[in-house]
T-cell receptor, first 114, second 111 residues
Framework: NAGVTQTPKFQVLKTGQSMTLQCAQD?????MSWYRQDPGMGLRLIHY???????DQGEVPNGYNVSRSTTEDFPLRLLSAAPSQTSVYFC?????????????FGSGTRLTVV | GQQVMQIPQYQHVQEGEDFTTYCNSS?????IQWYKQRPGGHPVFLIQ?????EVKKQKRLTFQFGEAKKNSSLHITATQTTDVGTYFC???????????FGSGTQLTVLP
């Protein structure tokens, strides 16, 4: 059981470039979320999904897109990278509503935008 | 929107001392969860509290959920160096189907 797998682990982008952060889970969880973590600010929700074909915005969605074509995959797309998007990105999944029963987090993607 | 405040932001303790972190929500929660993140790692789920006044224990860790379901605490008895990390609370208001995380308490345990 791999749990939640995120790729890549590290990435450096130039301002204006686009990229996709991959997230896959093998636990058949309905709920998946993307968070960004910045020093002293905890984890802030970017986008989330309550099932295949359903996505919604979180607290800080600007500059990011998501899609959920399958239960397993929930990629996060940066449309035009900006230095303010330098952060650690975590994907998480849960079997229950709002993470009920707890979220399982991936190991994270450390993104630097120069 | 929902806000979850957590204090203190940092705590340094001597090994063997106790540690407590507190979490307060601006709205009534349907449940609250606690996570631990080791330095350089990812958050790991510890526990979920659902009932008003609920108290749960995991070895040296005691978790409480307030009567009004707006606050919570995590208490560690006799800290060990393995307790080092950042502890986050995360509240679920029930309506948005998403968690709001507190800013975390970074625990340092001095040997």
């Amino acid at each position: 059981n791999a749990g939640v797998t995120q790729t890549p682990k590290f990435q450096v982008l130039k301002t204006g470039q686009s990229m996709t952060l991959q997230c896959a889970q093998d636990m058949n969880h309905e709920y998946m979320s993307w968070y960004r973590q910045d020093p002293g600010m905890g984890l802030r929700l970017i986008h989330y999904s309550v099932g295949a074909g359903i996505t919604d915005q979180g607290e800080v969605p600007n500059g990011y897109n998501v899609s959920r074509s399958t239960t397993e995959d929930f990629p996060l797309r940066l449309l035009s990278a900006a230095p303010s998007q330098t952060s650690v990105y975590f994907c998480a999944s849960s079997a229950g509503t709002g993470g009920g029963g707890g979220y399982t987090f991936g190991s994270g993607t450390r993104l630097t935008v120069v | 929107g929902q806000q979850v405040m957590q204090i203190p932001q940092y705590q340094h303790v001597q090994e063997g001392e106790d540690f407590t972190t507190y979490c307060n929500s601006s709205t009534t929660l349907s449940n609250i969860q606690w996570y631990k993140q080791r330095p350089g790692g990812h958050p790991v789920f510890l526990i979920q509290l659902v009932k008003s006044g609920e108290v749960k224990k995991q070895k040296r860790l005691t978790f409480q959920f307030g009567e009004a379901k707006k606050n919570s605490s995590l208490h560690i008895t006799a800290t060990q160096t393995t307790d080092v990390g950042t502890y986050f609370c995360a509240g679920d208001s029930g309506s948005a189907r998403q968690l709001t995380f507190g800013s975390g308490t970074q625990l340092t345990v001095l040997p």
